[in-house]
């Protein structure tokens, strides 16, 4: 079982950037592909990115690439998102998640585990 913890969230001015962490638990993290994933007040949730177990192959939402990277550090079981040229568009609670493999990184109810959600904040 992994347990996760979202952290990194803020209140930014537009154009701004905030990096998001998220720490997992267990010593299996490595096997696992990571999701972030976010949801705006009224809207449903949506994909933001996701990497591949090995850290090797990145996914982006259309939205945010070219702005945000995500990276893994599998000896620090963290997974983390690099958010620049912040938009207003991109408020919402950041949430990561996991799951056995890549197949279908982008649906989240292909994910098993959850952390808890991080408030982000782009003001214009």
Known sequence: ?????D?????????GSL??????????????TVGWFRQAPGKE?????AISRGGS?????DS??????ISRDNAKNTVYLQMNS???EDTA????AAKGSDSYYWQSQNYYYWGQGTQVTVSS
């Open 7 to 15: 952290s990194g969230g803020g209140l930014v001015q537009a154009g």
């Open 86 to 88: 912040l938009k207003p």
């Open 93 to 96: 609670v950041y949430y990561c």
């Open 64 to 69: 945010v690439k070219g702005r945000f990277t």
């Open 57 to 61: 192959i990145p996914y982006y939402a």
């Open 45 to 49: 949730r949506e994909f933001v990115a």
């Open 1 to 5: 079982q992994v347990q996760l913890v």
């Open 19 to 32: 990096r998001l962490s998220c720490a997992a638990s267990g010593r299996t993290f490595s096997t696992y």
